[in-house]
Structure formats: C-alpha cells, structure tokens
C-alpha cells in the first residue's frame, strides 16, 4: 500500500470545493466538533488536492464532489460523508449508520441534487476561502 502524498501514515484526507460555502461551512462543523486530528483537509483547487486527486486515480479538474482519502482507498459524495461522520464524536457519529440504512444510490441521488444546486442555494466566495489561521495543522494547503 503506498502513502497518500503529504500524509503521515495514519492520517486520512478530506478534499472539499474551497470556494464553496457550505462545503466550507461542513468542513467548519468537523473542525469545531474535534473530529480526530488524523483527519485533514484540503480544497481541491489547491495542488495538494489536485495531487491526492490524481493519486486516487480521479480527476483533478472541474470535480464537485467531497473525496475522502485513507490509504490507498477512497469514497466520494454521500459515502465519503457518511464515512468522515463515523470518526466523529458521539452523538454525531451515530450519522454513519445511515449508510447502512439507505442504499448508496438513494444517498447519493440525494448528494448529486444538493451538489449541483449548491452555489445558488448557499452561494460561493470569488477565491478559495483559508480557514487555516484557525486551526494550525489541520490543512494541507497554506
């Protein structure tokens, strides 16, 4: 199994739309709900995040999907979300075991719908947004 690049071993990635605002806003949950410090992110406009895109075999341009990395595996829409809940903390991380409840294709449908509306519904920031001041560490990307 090889390593993600800029990940230690036993670190996982979420890459998220930067410029995107509830993307933004949901990265921003995990982060003030102390999901797991093995747990970073990056924005898929940032070349660490085209990089992890490549390396899990997707492509690095023009993707609107949330993407977690672990390891040598990789989940993408509802999964990935339903996943990166799992390492939350209770009561939130009982949100996972919706993945076992509704098929992918229904959570999915579901993800597809919010994520090609999202920037009319919760509108988008001209530029990729840093909220890395705020927590050190956390983000691939300066």
Known sequence: MSLPPFLKPG???VLYDGICKLCNGWVKFLLRRK????IRFAAVQSEEGKALLRFAGLPDENIRTIVL????RHWIRAQAILRVMRLMPFPWGLISLLRFIIPGFISNYFYNRIA????RLFGCYEAQLPVTADYPGRFLHP
């Open 35 to 38: 999901l797991s410090h093995r």
């Open 69 to 72: 990395i672990d390891g040598d």
């Open 11 to 13: 670190e996982k990635v």
């Open 116 to 119: 090609v509306n999202r920037y």
